[in-house]
C-alpha cells in the first residue's frame, strides 16, 4: 500500500483538545511568539506553535508521535507574551492529555481526560467506598485483635492495595510501550546513551537554574521537586509497612523510616496543598498558572492527593503519640483513598505524565534533538 | 455674519477641513498644538504606494491655509473647554506664548542661526537631531515663524545661579532680529471663541514603545521607531538623508522592520493600526534606493496590502527591490555590546523553527494611539478612538451634535482616507454654520494661566 | 506692443536660497537682462513686505512685467498674482523662477548653483517679454447634481446634497437603489445590509430635493463645470405607480430567469420585486427578457401595467457630477476552485444572501440541498494575483465579510466546522476585533501562501487540497460547502462610462482620482466627483463617507453659484487653421469642434471645457493652435535663452 503524502484534517481533533482543557486553541494566530520565547527552545529544536497548529487543523498522525508537547515545562512565558492572550501552555497540556488518551490501550484515560470535575469525584467517592466497605466487611473482625498491640500488622491489608498497584503498572508498562513506538523510540538514534543523560541532566539544570530566579517560577518548581520526593519516599515507606513491618523496630532503621516518613508527609502535603490552596483562594496576585489550569485533571490530581498527605501525616502523629486506635482506622481510610489513586488517577489521570515526560525527553536526547553548544 | 467653525488638529485631515470649509467663505478657527500645521505627514518622507514626495503634496495644501484670509491659525494651542451645543458653542483655547510676536517675524531664520544654545533636541527630527533654543519647526513650516523653546532658553529659563543673583542672560535673538519680533515677556493667554461646530482631527501619535520592554526601545542605540526612520531617510532630516547608525555613524548593511509593535496585541493595543505594513514596505524600498547594498528584512504576521495599489507595491518591493519578508513575531531584541548590533529572536512560522538573526539596525513599526483625550464631550470606543454616532448613517458625527470627527482619532487610517471624511465633516460643520450666529473672539486674560 | 518694462524679484527665503545661492549676484545680473528695469532681492519676497516692494516698484517704475525668482510657483504663484493685480497689472503678467526647489536644494556648490540660477531667471525673464494679458472667465453654476449609481455611496452622496439644498438626481440603472449593500445579510455583526439601506432610502423617500430615476442610463454628458447637460435614457418600466404588489402578475408571468438580485441562488419572473424593500416599491418588467404575452397586464386589477411604454430621453441640466456606480463581484471562471461544478460551491455573496432573513431560504444556510456539517471558505479568489486571471489588487472587504459571515454562521450553527483558507488576514483598524472574536468562535483559520488551494470534487464530497504555509505541508480538508470569497471587478459598463463622462481608468481597471492620496473623491475633470467603488474596492463604510464627501466636493464648487475658469486654455488662430481636426480627435475632454466659419472649417475651442493639458497645442501641424501663458513664442524665447542665445523674436 502507497501511503498517501497528504494528511486529512479532522476538525474533531480541535473540540477534543479544547474540552481537555485547550480553550484557547483557536484564538492562536500563528505569529509564533511561543516557540520563540521559550527557553526550552534555546536547547531543542521544536515548535510549539506548529504542535498547537496541527491540532488546530486536526492532523491525527502529526500530533500523536510529536514529542514537542512533552518538552514544555511550563516556565509560562509563552503565556505571558501571547499577543493574542490565548495560553500555549494550557494548549501544550490539552495536547498531552489528547496524546495519552491515545497511548493508554484501552482508551479509559481519553475519556476520562474529557469527564467533568463532579463525574470524576463520583467515581472516586464510589472507588473508595468500595474499598473501605471491602476493608471493613472482609477485614474488619480479624483485624480488630491488633488495635490493642503496641503496633497494627498489616500484611493482610496489602492485597487491595497491591492488586491495585499491579494493574496501574501493567497499565502504565503498556501505555509506556505505545507512547515509545509512537515518539520513534528506539529508531534514528544518533547520541549514546550515556551522553545523552548527560546532556539531558546539563538541559535540566541549565533550563531551571533560569526559571528559579522568577519568584513565580520558583513556587511551582518547589512544589513539583517536593511532590515528586514526597511520592517516592512514600511509596517506599508504604512498601515497607505493607512487606515488611519489622523493619520499623531495628534500630536504627526505625528513626530513619519515621523521620522519612515525615519528610515525605510534609512534602507531600505541601506540594499538594500549597496549589490547591492557590487555585482555591485565587486573589489579584495569584499568577496565572493556578487560574489557567482549571482542567478538572488538575484538580483531580491535587485533590486525589491532598488528603492521602494529610491523613498520612496525622497517621505518623497519632503513632508517635500512641493513638493505634485512630492511626489504624486512619490508615485504613487512607488505603481506601490510594485505591481509586491507583486505579484511575495513576494510569489514567495526570500522573502518568512523568513517565511520558521522561520517555519523550530520552528519545529526544538520544535523537540529536538537542542543539550543540 | 456667518458662524464660524473649529477645526482641532491641524494634520492633513485638519487643512482639508479647514480649506473646503473657507473656501465656502466660512471663518475657520484651527487650533494646532504644534507651531506649524502639518501633523504627522509633514515628518513622512515620501508616501505609499506612489512614492510621492510627502512634503511636496502636503506643502501646497499648508501654504493655501495661509491664503485664505478667513482661516484664523491658532497656533502653539490646545483647546482647554468646551461648552454650549451644535450651532453655540463657546471655547476656551490655551495659547501658550511663542515669545515672539508672529506679526512682526518674517521666518528669516536668523535668529535661529545666533542663538548660542545648541543642543535642543530637535522635535521635528525626533530627538535625532539638535536645534537651538528659538527655532522655526521645519523649513516648510506653515506660518513660518520662529519660536523659542522656553525650557532651554537662556534668558527665559537661566541657570539656578543666574536666577538668584537676579540677571538677565543672553538675549540674542532679540538683538539679530531685523524686525525686533522677540518678546521675552509673552505670556499664555485664553482666547474664547464661540463657534458653531468643532471637526476634531487630532490625529494620532506613535505608542509609547517603551511599554514593550523585551524590544529595549530607548535602551539600543541602533534601534529606531518607523517614524523615526522616516526622518532618517528624508532629505530633511538629521543626517539629509544619509540612513546612518546612531550609534557610530555607518551605513548599515542589513536592516529589519518588525511589524504589529503594540498593535494587534491584547497586551497593549486590539486593533490593527492599518498604516504600518505600507509603511515599511515604503521604508524598505527607500531604505534600498539610498543604499542598494543593504539587505531589508520585514517581520510580519499579515501582511495587511489593502488599499489602491497596495498589493502591486508589495510585489513590487520584493521582485524589484528583493525585500525579504519573513512571517514570525520578534519576541526579543538583544544588542550585542561591542558592535552595538540588534539581535532579533522570532521563530520562522514557515520553517518552525527559532531563529536568531543579528543586524546593523531595527525598525519597530510602532502602532497609533489615538491623540483623543480632549476636553470634548465626545465618548470614547474601548480602544481610545472617537466613537462615531452611526457610521453608517451620520458617517463623521460623534455622539454630540455638532461635533465631528476626521481622521486617525476616529479610527486607524492612511491618508487619503482622512482627507475623505475630513472633506465630507467640513460640509457638515458648514450647514450648521451657515445657520447659525455670528462669533466673538474675546481675549479673556491676558497673562493669567499658565506660563512656560 | 510697450515698452516691456521687468521687473526681477530675487528671494533669499531666509537661508534656503541665500544659504546656496549668491542672491545679490544673480539680481545684479538680471540687471543686465534686455527689458529688466529694476532688480531686487529681499529676505521673503512673500512676505507683506516684500510683496509691498513689488507694488511699489510696479506704480513708481511703471513694470509691466514681473519675474519673482524665489520658490516653486506651486506655493507661491497666487501670492505674487495677487499682489500684482492689487497693485493694477494684469496677474497674468508674472513669470516664477524656480531657484529653490529646482536649484538650491538640490545644489551645494555655491558657484555653480548661482550660475544656474541665473539661467533659470534669464530663462524666466526671456518669456516674461512675451506674456500677455489674460482674463479669467466666470460661468454660471447650477446649484443641482447628478448623481450615477444608487448604491450607498449614491444615496449618501444625494442626502447630502439635498440637505445643503441642492436639487439632485439619482440615475440608477437597475429598477430599484439600494445597490449591493442591501444584499448583504451582515455588514457588522449588529448590523443587517438591508436595514441600513431601508433607512437611507426612507429619507430619500421622504425629501423633495431628491429626484430617483431608476432603469436609467446616462447616455451622453455634454458641458462643463457648473454647466452639464445630461442626457438620460429611461428604460421602460412598464408598471407605474399605481402597483399594490399584490404579485398576482408575478404568478402569470412565464418568463423565468436567475435572479441577479439573489446572485442566482433561484430564479425570478420576468415581471418581479428585486428585494423586500426595494424602491420604487412598485414591479418591475425586465425589458431585456419580457416577450411582451400580455398576461400580466390582463391579470393586473389595478391597471399598473402597461406594456406599451417606451423608452425615454430626459434632458437633464446639472452642475456637477457624482459617480457612484459601484463595482461588479468577481465572475469565478467555471471549475476555479470548482465553481459551477458542484451546488455545494457558492460565492460570497450567494452566502450573504443565504443569511439574510429575506432570503430564498429564510436565512437558512442551506447549500446543495442542506445545512452542511462542515463549510470553508477560499479567500483571495480573484484577487491579489491569487490565480490566473485574477486582478493584482486586494479586494480590501472579503476577509472581513468572511470572517464576519463565519461570526454569524458559528452562532447559529455552533456545531459546523468552518474554515477560513487565507493568504494574509485584511482586517484592518478595528476590524481586527472580528478576527480576535472569530478565535474564540472557534473558527479554523488556514493560511496558504504560492500555491493556489485546489478543489476535488467526488462522489465523497468536497476536498480543499492545501499546502499549509505555517507547517509546510499539504493537507487535505474534507467539507461539505465552499464560499469563494470573490474580490470586486470594475463596473461591467465602466467602458461606456469612460466614453460618456471621459474619467480616465487607472491599470487595475477602476477610474482614476486627481490624486491618490490627497485628492481621493475628485476626478481630473472639474465637475466630476467619485465615490465608492468605482475608484477601487472599498467596504460599505468607506464607500458611504466617500459618498459624503464627494458631496461636499460638488457643494463647494457650486456653492457660489458661480465658477471661474483658468484663462491658461487653447485658443485657435483662426487664420492658420486649416480644420484638420487631429486636435478634435486628440482632446482628452473633448472641447474642441470643428465649426464652419464663412465656409471654412476651424476648429473651436469650447472655454469652459478645456483643462489646458496642450495636447492640442503640441498635435497642430499648422501652429494654430496655441496655449494661452505657455505660446510657442514664449516657449521658445525661453528655450534659446536657456541654450544661451541672445533673443528670439
Known amino acids: ?373 | 455674519m456667518n458662524g464660524s467653525v473649529l477645526v482641532v488638529g491641524g494634520g492633513v485631515a485638519g487643512i482639508q477641513a479647514a480649506l473646503d470649509l473657507a473656501e465656502q467663505g466660512i471663518e475657520v478657527f484651527l487650533v494646532e498644538k504644534a507651531p506649524s500645521i502639518g501633523g504627522k505627514m509633514a515628518y513622512l518622507d515620501k508616501t505609499f504606494p506612489t512614492l510621492d514626495c510627502a512634503s511636496c503634496i502636503l506643502a501646497p495644501k499648508m501654504a493655501a491655509v495661509l491664503r485664505y484670509p478667513n482661516i484664523k491659525l491658532l497656533m502653539n494651542s490646545e483647546v482647554e473647554d468646551v461648552t454650549g451645543r451644535a450651532g453655540n458653542f463657546v471655547v476656551r483655547v490655551l495659547k501658550r506664548p511663542t515669545y515672539v510676536d508672529w506679526t512682526k517675524c518674517n521666518g528669516c531664520g536668523i535668529c535661529t542661526q545666533k542663538c548660542p544654545v545648541k543642543n535642543v533636541p530637535d522635535d521635528y527630527n525626533l530627538g535625532l537631531s539638535n536645534r537651538r533654543a528659538i527655532y522655526i519647526m521645519f523649513p516648510q513650516a506653515v506660518p513660518k515663524k520662529a519660536v523659542i523653546d522656553a525650557r532651554y532658553c537662556m534668558r527665559l529659563n537661566p541657570p539656578e545661579k543666574a536666577k538668584k543673583e537676579g540677571k538677565t542672560l543672553c538675549g540674542v535673538c532679540e538683538r539679530h532680529c531685523p524686525t525686533k519680533a522677540i518678546e521675552y515677556e509673552q505670556k499664555s493667554e485664553v482666547i474664547e471663541l464661540k463657534v458653531a461646530a468643532i471637526i476634531v482631527a487630532t490625529g494620532m501619535e506613535l505608542y509609547n514603545a517603551k511599554n514593550i520592554p523585551e524590544y529595549g526601545y530607548g535602551v539600543y542605540q541602533n534601534l529606531y521607531t518607523n517614524l523615526e526612520f522616516e526622518r532618517l531617510v528624508s532629505a530633511t532630516g538629521p543626517s539629509g538623508g544619509e540612513i546612518l547608525r546612531r550609534s557610530d555613524g555607518k551605513h548599515p548593511k542589513k536592516i529589519a522592520w518588525i511589524q504589529c509593535v503594540g498593535s494587534r496585541d491584547v497586551r497593549f493595543n486590539h486593533y490593527c493600526s492599518a498604516y504600518c505594513c505600507m509603511a515599511a514596505t515604503k521604508q524598505a524600498i527607500l531604505a534600498k534606493e539610498h543604499l542598494p547594498e543593504v539587505q531589508c528584512t520585514v517581520y510580519y504576521m499579515d501582511i495587511r496590502a489593502f488599499g489602491k495599489g497596495f498589493n502591486e507595491f508589495l510585489e513590487r518591493a520584493k521582485r524589484e527591490f528583493g525585500v525579504r519578508y519573513i512571517r514570525g513575531k520578534v519576541v526579543r531584541i538583544e544588542e550585542l555590546a561591542d558592535t552595538k548590533n540588534l539581535r532579533v529572536v522570532y521563530e520562522d512560522t514557515a520553517e518552525s523553527y527559532l531563529r536568531v538573526e543579528e543586524y546593523d539596525m531595527v525598525v519597530l513599526s510602532v502602532a497609533i494611539t489615538p491623540n483623543s483625550r480632549l476636553p470634548l464631550p465626545v465618548e470614547l470606543t474601548s480602544d481610545g478612538f472617537v466613537k462615531l454616532k452611526d457610521p453608517y448613517l451620520d458617517p463623521v458625527s460623534t455622539t454630540v451634535e455638532g461635533i465631528f470627527v476626521v481622521g486617525a482619532v476616529a479610527g486607524a487610517k492612511d491618508i487619503p482616507d482622512s482627507v475623505t471624511e475630513a472633506s465630507a465633516a467640513a460640509a457638515r460643520a458648514a450647514l450648521i454654520a451657515k445657520r447659525s450666529m455670528a462669533r466673538e473672539v474675546r481675549v479673556l486674560a491676558n497673562g493669567g494661566v499658565l506660563n512656560g | 506692443m510697450d515698452e516691456v518694462r521687468i521687473g526681477v524679484y530675487v528671494c533669499h527665503c531666509g537661508f534656503n536660497i541665500a544659504g546656496v545661492v549668491d542672491v545679490k549676484k544673480v539680481a545684479e545680473y538680471a540687471k543686465t537682462l534686455p527689458g529688466v528695469v529694476v532688480a531686487r532681492d529681499y529676505v521673503f519676497m512673500c512676505s507683506e513686505p516684500g510683496q509691498d516692494l513689488i507694488k511699489e516698484d510696479i506704480k513708481n517704475q511703471n513694470l509691466n512685467r514681473v519675474v519673482v525668482a524665489s520658490c516653486s510657483p506651486a506655493l507661491h504663484e497666487i501670492t505674487f498674482r495677487t499682489a500684482i493685480s492689487e497693485a493694477g497689472l494684469n496677474k497674468y503678467l508674472l513669470e516664477m523662477a524656480n531657484i529653490r526647489e529646482h536649484c538650491s536644494w538640490v545644489h551645494h556648490e555655491k558657484e555653480k548653483a548661482t550660475e544656474k540660477a541665473m539661467e533659470i531667471v534669464r530663462m524666466a525673464v526671456a518669456k516674461a517679454r512675451y506674456l500677455e494679458p489674460l482674463e479669467e472667465l466666470e460661468v454660471e453654476a447650477k446649484k443641482s447634481v447628478l448623481v450615477l449609481g444608487g448604491g450607498v455611496a449614491g444615496i449618501r452622496a444625494a442626502l447630502e446634497l439635498a440637505n445643503y439644498g441642492f436639487d439632485v438626481y439619482i440615475v440608477e440603472k437597475s429598477p430599484t437603489i439600494g445597490g449591493k449593500a442591501a444584499l448583504i445579510g451582515y455588514i457588522d455583526p449588529k448590523t443587517k445590509g438591508a436595514e441600513v439601506v431601508s433607512k437611507m432610502v426612507e429619507k430619500i423617500r421622504d425629501c423633495p430635493k431628491i429626484q430617483v430615476f431608476t432603469s436609467a442610463e446616462l447616455v451622453q454628458l455634454t458641458g462643463s463645470a457648473g454647466n452639464y447637460v445630461a442626457k438620460l435614457r429611461l428604460n421602460p418600466r412598464f408598471v407605474n405607480s399605481r402597483c399594490t404588489r399584490c404579485g398576482e402578475c408575478e404568478e402569470v408571468c412565464p418568463i423565468e430567469v436567475s435572479n441577479e438580485y439573489n446572485f442566482g441562488l433561484d430564479k425570478r419572473k420576468a415581471i418581479f420585486i428585486p428585494f423586500k424593500n426595494a424602491y420604487p416599491p412598485y414591479y418591475a418588467i425586465d425589458y431585456r427578457v419580457c416577450v411582451k404575452c400580455g398576461e400580466c397586464e390582463k391579470v393586473c386589477r389595478y391597471k399598473a401595467i402597461n406594456l406599451k411604454e417606451e423608452a425615454k430621453i430626459v434632458e437633464l441640466r446639472v452642475g456637477a457630477v457624482i459617480i457612484a456606480t459601484g463595482y461588479d463581484p468577481y465572475r469565478p471562471f467555471k471549475g476555479e476552485y470548482g465553481y459551477g461544478l458542484s451546488p455545494n460551491v457558492i460565492t460570497l455573496f450567494q452566502l450573504e444572501r443565504l443569511l439574510d432573513p429575506e432570503s430564498p431560504t429564510k436565512g437558512e444556510l442551506i447549500v446543495g440541498n442542506k445545512v452542511p456539517k462542515s463549510l470553508a471558505f477560499i479567500q483571495c479568489v480573484g484577487s491579489r494575483g491569487t490565480t490566473l486571471g485574477a486582478k493584482s489588487y486586494c479586494s480590501r472587504m472579503c476577509c472581513t465579510t468572511a470572517i464576519n459571515s463565519a461570526i454569524k454562521i458559528k452562532e447559529k450553527y455552533p456545531e459546523m466546522n468552518v474554515y477560513i483558507i487565507y493568504k494574509d488576514i485584511m482586517t484592518y483598524g478595528s476590524d481586527e476585533s472580528l478576527y480576535e472574536e472569530a478565535g474564540k468562535k472557534l473558527i479554523n483559520f488556514i493560511k496558504f501562501e504560492e500555491k493556489i488551494p485546489k478543489v476535488t470534487i467526488s462522489p465523497e464530497g468536497l476536498f480543499i487540497d492545501v499546502f499549509e504555509y505555517t507547517i509546510q505541508q499539504e493537507i487535505r480538508i474534507p467539507v461539505e460547502a465552499i464560499v469563494l470569497s470573490i474580490g470586486m471587478l470594475p463596473p461591467r459598463d465602466i467602458e461606456e462610462l469612460i466614453a460618456v463622462t471621459r474619467v480616465s481608468c487607472g491599470g487595475e481597471g477602476f477610474v482614476r482620482e486627481a490624486h491618490l492620496k490627497l485628492a481621493p473623491v475628485e476626478a481630473p475633470t472639474k465637475g466630476i466627483f467619485l465615490a465608492g467603488c468605482i475608484t477601487g474596492p472599498k467596504n460599505i463604510l468607506e464607500s458611504i463617507r466617500m459618498g459624503s464627501a464627494a458631496a461636499a466636493k460638488a457643494m463647494s464648487l457650486l456653492s457660489k453659484g458661480k465658477i471661474t475658469i483658468e484663462p491658461m486654455i487653447a485658443q485657435v488662430d483662426e487664420e492658420r487653421c486649416s480644420g484638420c481636426g487631429i486636435c478634435v480627435a486628440v482632446c482628452p475632454y473633448s472641447a474642441i469642434s470643428i465649426k464652419s466659419v464663412n465656409g471654412d472649417r476651424i476648429a473651436k475651442v469650447e472655454k469652459a471645457l478645456c483643462m489646458g493639458c496642450g495636447t492640442c497645442n503640441a498635435s497642430c501641424p499648422s501652429g494654430a493652435m496655441q496655449h494661452l501663458g505657455f505660446k510657442d513664442v514664449q516657449l521658445l524665447a525661453q528655450t534659446v535663452a536657456a541654450l544661451r542665445g541672445e533673443s528670439y523674436g
Open chain 1, 1 to 373: 500500500m502507497v501511503a498517501s503524502s497528504i494528511l486529512f484534517a479532522n476538525p474533531k481533533i480541535a473540540e477534543e483538545i479544547i474540552k481537555m482543557g485547550g480553550k484557547s486553541l483557536l484564538e492562536c494566530y500563528q505569529c509564533g511568539s511561543c516557540t520563540a520565547v521559550c527557553p526550552i527552545t534555546e536547547s531543542i529544536d521544536v515548535s510549539f506553535r506548529r504542535a498547537i497548529r496541527y491540532t488546530q487543523i486536526g492532523l491525527n498522525e502529526k500530533i500523536l508521535g510529536d514529542i514537542t508537547p512533552w518538552t514544555c515545562n511550563l516556565h509560562g512565558d509563552c503565556t505571558d507574551s501571547c499577543p493574542r492572550g490565548a495560553s500555549p501552555s494550557e494548549v501544550l497540556a490539552a495536547i498531552r492529555r489528547y496524546q495519552s488518551g491515545f497511548f493508554d490501550p484501552f482508551g479509559v484515560s481519553r475519556w476520562w481526560n474529557k469527564t467533568k470535575l463532579f463525574e470524576k469525584l463520583i467515581l472516586y467517592f464510589v472507588v473508595f467506598v468500595i474499598s473501605l466497605s471491602f476493608y471493613y466487611f472482609y477485614y474488619w473482625n480479624s483485624l480488630t485483635g491488633y488495635i490493642s498491640t503496641e503496633f497494627f500488622a498489616v500484611k493482610d491489608l496489602s492485597y487491595p492495595i497491591a492488586f491495585s498497584a499491579l494493574f496501574a503498572s501493567l497499565i502504565l508498562f503498556l501505555s509506556a510501550k505505545r507512547a515509545y513506538r509512537a515518539f520513534g523510540g528506539g529508531k534514528e538514534y544518533k547520541v549514546g546513551f550515556l551522553s545523552s543523560i548527560i546532556k539531558l541532566t546539563k538541559f535540566f539544570i541549565e533550563v531551571e537554574k533560569d526559571a528559579l530566579k522568577v519568584p513565580e517560577k520558583r513556587d511551582r518548581i518547589i512544589e513539583h521537586v517536593f511532590i515528586l520526593l514526597g511520592l517516592g519516599f512514600y511509596t517506599l515507606i508504604l512498601l515497607f509497612y505493607l512487606f515488611s513491618p519489622s523493619y520499623f523496630f531495628i534500630y536504627p532503621y526505625g528513626m530513619i523510616l519515621k523521620f522519612l516518613g515525615y519528610f515525605a508527609a510534609i512534602s507531600l502535603l505541601y506540594g499538594f496543598s500549597s496549589p490547591l490552596m492557590k487555585r482555591l483562594f485565587a486573589r489579584q496576585k495569584t499568577h496565572w498558572y493556578y487560574k489557567k489550569f482549571t482542567h478538572s485533571t488538575d484538580w483531580m490530581s491535587l485533590i486525589a492527593f491532598f488528603p492521602v498527605a494529610l491523613l498520612y501525616l496525622a497517621i505518623l502523629i497519632l503513632n508517635d503519640i500512641s493513638y493505634y486506635y485512630f492511626s489504624y482506622i486512619l490508615y485504613i481510610v487512607v488505603l481506601s483513598l490510594i485505591v481509586p489513586i491507583l486505579l484511575l488517577e495513576v494510569p489514567f489521570g495526570k500522573h502518568n505524565h512523568w513517565l511520558y515526560k521522561v520517555l519523550a525527553y530520552y528519545i529526544a536526547a538520544r535523537k540529536g534533538f538537542f542543539k550543540e553548544g
